[in-house]
């Protein structure tokens, strides 16, 4: 992996040289100002982190690098890592590189295995697998190297060392911990010639099924990947990694994060809505039917899965791509056709709900990734985040290994008290 070294070298002193010139032309510039209603608001557009993995634009989505969610979504997952964390797509010899060395850590420990299958029966996958990486964590070869006494400006290097070993082994821990959770419990064994999502297709066993399968989830690996350093599950890992917790901790902390409805269970509740649908309304609702339904849904107190983002302000780009995916694969699927048509009612709807306070009432990605993995057969819908994690662990790592590289302290904000805030306005005790 000396090219894949050298290249995360050159981006590193690249990203280096620009915070040098910022630092030069404006170290104490003023870049975001915090009110009140921020300090209370989970922080919402304030601006207070450099991330360089990805960058998302309120209108226009995604960005890995400069590349735009359709520049993009027909890379594979490990060119995307590789995009990710060096700033430049492989060539294909870099490629044929980066995948012969997954392939030689894949091996994932017996007791990972023995921890797993001793859970209840009723886990939820995004328990396991979070556990699966936990468990591994004897095996972090930045605590090792650390232990011993290693440079500051080394800590990267170790890192990614964590970094292959896991995603290397991500895509057979995922597929164990389905074939445990909804099968026999009968593990399959990686095949070298596969790519990293072919090998999750094998490894899950749909070997058989429809050869877009594997083009599903090789685009799945690829939208979910990154999506710029402060939502939920990416802050989370980075926080904890500031800490110096190797990645094992903080990519086991981040996918603790992803697991919840806010963020990334959400597409498994996609799909639970889309399913008690067609339960109520059949696969062809009314215009009005459905309108009715999702506002009983509201008027109870849910929110509507799927639609909403902190950042996104239009139809997210990575929802376009699968909606893309579906019409050529899986138009006919019911589904799909209920997803398609809460896109033409749900937006409508949420634009004037409580008086016009949601932010955006468009669909995020999880609005229909679900449907399709439905198609295919993958029915269990509680396996869904694992799917996202997987993707996701690829920005985690990368975000991590470039904030070391940069030589990034640990994160501590300040928290004040409401006695504080008081005093700061003035407000007088009564
Ligand atoms: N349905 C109903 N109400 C919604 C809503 C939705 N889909 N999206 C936002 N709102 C409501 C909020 O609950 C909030 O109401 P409150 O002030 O009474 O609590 C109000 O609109 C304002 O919220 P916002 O500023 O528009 O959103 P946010 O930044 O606070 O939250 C998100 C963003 C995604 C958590 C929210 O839109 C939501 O809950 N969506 C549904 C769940 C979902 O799809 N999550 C996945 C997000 C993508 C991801 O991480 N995978």
Redesign the pocket.
């Known amino acids: 992996m000396a090219k894949l070294k050298e290249e995360i070298n050159n981006h590193l002193l690249q990203l280096q040289l620009e915070i040098d010139e910022i630092f030069v032309s404006g170290r104490d510039a003023v870049v975001s100002e915090v009110t009140i209603g921020q300090v209370y608001g989970?922080m919402?557009g304030l601006v207070a982190l450099a991330c360089n993995t990805s960058y998302v634009d309120p209108y226009s989505g995604l960005y890995i690098n400069k590349y735009t969610t359709e520049e993009f979504s027909d890379k594979l997952p490990e060119e995307i890592f590789a995009l990710l964390i060096t700033g430049k797509f492989p060539d294909k010899s870099e490629l044929a590189e980066f995948q012969a060395d997954l392939n030689t850590r894949t091996h994932i420990p017996q007791y990972t295995w023995d921890v797993l299958r001793s859970l209840p029966k009723n886990s939820h996958p995004m328990t396991m697998l979070s556990l699966g990486i936990l468990s591994m964590e004897g095996e972090s070869v930045f605590k090792k190297e650390y232990q011993k006494g290693i440079q500051k400006s080394e800590y990267w290097k170790y890192s990614l060392e964590d970094a292959l070993n896991i995603l290397a082994k991500l895509p057979g821990l995922a597929a164990g911990i389905y074939r445990i959770r909804f099968g026999n419990g009968d593990l399959i064994p990686p095949n070298p010639n596969l790519d990293w999502a072919g090998n999750l297709t094998h490894m899950l066993g749909f070997d058989n099924a429809d050869k877009a399968f594997s083009d599903l989830m090789r685009l799945y690996l690829v939208l979910h990947c990154d999506?710029e350093g402060g939502?939920?599950s990416a802050f989370t890992s980075r926080v904890v990694n500031s800490a110096l917790s190797n990645l094992y901790y903080s990519v086991s902390a981040g996918l603790n994060g992803l697991a919840g409805?806010?963020?990334?269970l959400?597409?498994q509740?996609?799909l639970k809505f889309i399913l008690q649908i067609y339960e109520h309304l059949g696969a062809n609702p009314e215009d009005k039917d459905l309108e009715k339904y999702v506002l009983e849904v509201?008027n109870s107190g849910?929110?509507?899965?799927?639609?909403?983002?902190?950042v996104l302000r239009v139809t997210d780009p990575r929802f376009t791509a699968f909606m893309n995916f579906g019409e050529h694969n899986c138009a006919d699927n019911n589904c799909f056709k209920i997803a398609k048509k809460l896109y033409s009612v749900v937006p409508g709807i949420?634009s004037s709900?409580?008086g016009g306070?949601?932010?955006?009432p468009w669909p995020?990605?999880?609005?229909i990734s679900g449907s399709l993995l439905y198609h295919y057969g993958l029915s269990q819908f509680d396996f869904y985040t694992v799917l996202?994690g997987v993707s996701r662990v690829m920005g985690f790592c990368a975000q991590n290994i470039l904030a070391q590289g940069l030589g990034q302290p640990i994160i501590r904000p300040k928290s004040v008290t409401n006695k504080w805030v008081m005093e700061k306005l003035l407000i007088k005790d009564k």
Do not use: M
């Not at 409805?261 to 990334?264: D, N, W, Y």
């Not at 929110?303 to 902190?310: F, L, S, T």
């Open positions: 989970g919402r999506h939502n939920v409805p806010l963020h990334g959400a597409n509740e996609c509201l849910k929110v509507i899965p799927g639609y909403g983002h902190a949420l709900y409580k306070k949601v932010a955006n995020n990605v999880d609005a996202f």
